[in-house]
């Protein structure tokens, strides 16, 4: 394999004539700001990526019943070009995370690693290009035709109930949630007890309150009652996002799908965003 | 066969434990050459341990305060053990801060390097630590087995970049793939690189400069002073052997160098002023 690039070069300095080919191009100073993201989003190997000009979406899916989406918008990048109005490809994430970490991935002050993503499209690999203290990785990483991720059909006009939580009240809860229960328990309603999260384990019961003029309670609106199961195994990858995040928002549909929105401050102060959708565990039904 | 050594200072006890600590890294076990002047550590290259070998050399005076060794007879005055070198490094972790540690050939059950630590107190009775290590002696007819390795005919020597750096990007890569090429010129760049179904990543190090080497050594020779300075040697090697190597390197070299054999070994250098350790990890096809 030929690489169309020489390494002697800096990586700002490549000719306009080399990024033409590409239909997509984006460059980070600090591959963290990516690499932090797309870690809160890996509990599968598969991740759809499509790039708009509002930036790229990252997708993960499991059993097409948890489906985790990340924003980068396309500010964060220092440089964002793409040529077509979607461009969309699949990669295998653990590869893609080994990569933008190729130097360690090291949270020392004034230590970054750059990063240059480049994809020319159908067929092609998704190459980076890292430079960390002069020294140059460039991978190449296979691309897969992308599938068709799971439309939840999640709409804020269908939501009965929402609320805004600082994640720092949200992360104590799950550290302190039993994991023996095979399912957590979300009730949100207008009245006592507004906001509780259940456990049904090996130990007995638990519920978490939270009351719903608490300071960590950002906003409550909540139209009715609603009790909702969701598969431990199905949230737990979701205390990834929690651990990097400032605001969660929760929302529950009338369907009973949960919304999980994380609000992640990077490196540099940016915000990104990162989604979880669940679907509740069926047996609620009988209930 | 008489052994025993003392050492007293904290520093050289110190560098001892972590050249120790090192080895231990590299190997389950291997062969302890006690000489009237150096200690040296050899592992030969057996199918067993992937074909890797090791010879780690030590001045003894340079560790320690008092060394007296007698050899099997006059002639072939030296001491040559089988040692699990994990077994040592432990020991010596547990009397870090110990004000006097001997090391003697002890004939206990079986052969023993025995490890005495004379630990500090507040009172006046002393404490003392006493670890056995059982140890196997290797009969002279062997030690023709155990002899100081050739620097190998290489094709291209160069100085290795940051370890710590190298073990971030080796790490990675294990990862990745189980085999990685490294490949360098004389033009003072080296290159680590994988391949697999799913990726290829290559690593570019420049301006690494390449060593020296006297008349003695192969690169004097005719073939690598015709040779074009861009052209890469390669060898494509176990990612474990690398990573063993980078990972127990706690010994902070004033050199470490690669000289390659193309296709055929990868010879890695540390030189620090007391010690140096060379390891050989043999190409795969």
Known sequence: MCLHFSTTMPLSTQSQAQDEQYVLVASLDNARNLSNILKAISFKDHAIFSATTNGLKVTVEDSKCLQANAFIQAEIFQEFTIREDLVGFQVTLTVLLDCLNIFGGSTAPGVSTALRMCYRGYGYPLTLFLEEGGVVTVCKIKTQEPEEPIDFEFCSSNVTNKVILQSESLKEAFSELDMTSEVLQITMSPSQPYFRLSTFGNSGNAHYDYPKDSDMMELFRCTKTQINRYKMSLLKPTTKALALSCKVSVRIDNRGILSLQYMVRNDDGQICFVEYYCCPDEETDDE | ?285
């Not at chain 2, 006690?34 to 340079?62: H, I, R, Y």
């Not at chain 2, 050939?105 to 009172?123: F, G």
Request: charged share 20%; glycine share 4%.
């Open chain 2, 1 to 285: 066969m008489k052994f025993r050594g003392k050492i007293v200072d904290i520093a050289c006890l110190n560098h001892f434990s972590r050249v120790i600590t090192t080895i231990s890294k590299l190997t389950k076990t291997c062969i302890l050459r006690l000489t009237p002047d150096n200690l040296f550590f050899v592992l030969c290259g057996k199918v067993a341990n992937g074909g890797v070998s090791m010879w780690c050399e030590l001045s003894q005076a340079n560790f320690f305060d008092e060394y007296q060794m007698e050899g099997m007879n006059p002639e072939d005055n030296e001491i040559c053990l089988e040692v699990a070198p994990e077994n040592m490094s432990r020991a010596l972790k547990t009397v870090q801060n110990a004000k006097v540690v001997k090391v003697k050939l002890t004939k206990k059950h079986c052969p023993c390097l025995t490890i005495v630590a004379e630990l500090p107190t507040l009172s006046s009775v002393s404490r003392v630590v006493t670890h056995d290590i059982p140890v196997d002696v290797i009969p002279r007819r062997l030690w023709h087995e155990f002899k100081e390795p050739t620097v190998p005919d290489f094709d291209v020597s160069i100085y290795l970049p940051p370890l710590k750096t190298m073990k971030n990007v080796v790490d990675r890569m294990k990862n990745l793939s189980n085999f990685l090429v490294i490949e360098a010129n004389l033009n003072g760049e080296m290159n680590l690189k994988i391949e697999t179904d799913l990726v290829s990543v290559t690593t570019h190090f420049k301006d690494l400069g390449n060593p020296p080497w006297g008349d003695g050594a192969s690169q004097g020779s005719s073939s690598s002073q015709s040779r074009d300075p861009e052209a890469m040697a390669e060898a494509r090697v176990d990612i474990r052997r690398l990573q063993q190597f980078l990972m127990g390197q706690q010994v902070n070299p004033s050199k470490a160098m690669c000289n390659i054999v193309h296709e055929k070994v990868v010879h890695l250098i540390l030189l620090h002023d007391d010690m140096s350790l060379q390891y050989f990890i043999p190409a795969v096809v």
